[in-house]
């Protein structure tokens, strides 16, 4: 069964570090962009960051994350990485990873209704 699967959250102190990772099961990634969104409680899933496919020449982040967090991927684990350092708790939210069936190559886009298979997400809280 193709699957997204989405780990690496959990509870972290203001300040602190936590890598997301999102694996594929059941197909690769190697040609496939992926997006990372997040949605707080009562909020609109937003858009985070993205890598295009291959070797990753475009990525984007969110105004509210630049500087904070870097998306990678190793195509060899068919795992896309988000490292997030000094989290915030306006960062608290379950993040979701997410591609696109059909890529257009080199590119990835930040709106959520650019990918059409999602993971089930992975939940991160920052607080002290």
């Known amino acids: 069964q193709s699957r997204l699967v989405e780990s690496g959250g959990g509870l972290v102190q203001p300040g602190g570090s936590l890598r997301l990772s999102c694996a594929s099961t059941g197909f690769g990634l190697l040609g496939l962009p992926i997006g990372w969104f997040r949605q707080a409680p009562g909020e609109e899933r937003e858009g985070v960051s993205c890598?295009?496919?291959?070797?990753?020449?475009?990525?984007l982040y969110a105004d509210s994350v630049k500087g904070r967090f870097t998306i990678s991927r190793d195509n060899t684990k068919n795992t896309v990485y988000l490292q997030m350092n000094s989290l915030k708790p306006e960062d608290t939210g379950t993040y979701y990873c997410?591609?696109?069936?059909?890529?257009?190559?080199?590119?990835?886009?930040?709106?959520?209704?650019?990918?059409?298979?999602w993971g089930q997400g992975t939940q991160v809280t920052v607080s002290s």
């Open positions: 997410a591609t696109r069936s059909r890529s257009n190559p080199g590119f990835c886009a930040s709106d959520e209704g650019y990918y059409d298979f």
């Open positions: 890598i295009s496919d291959r070797a990753g020449t475009m990525t």
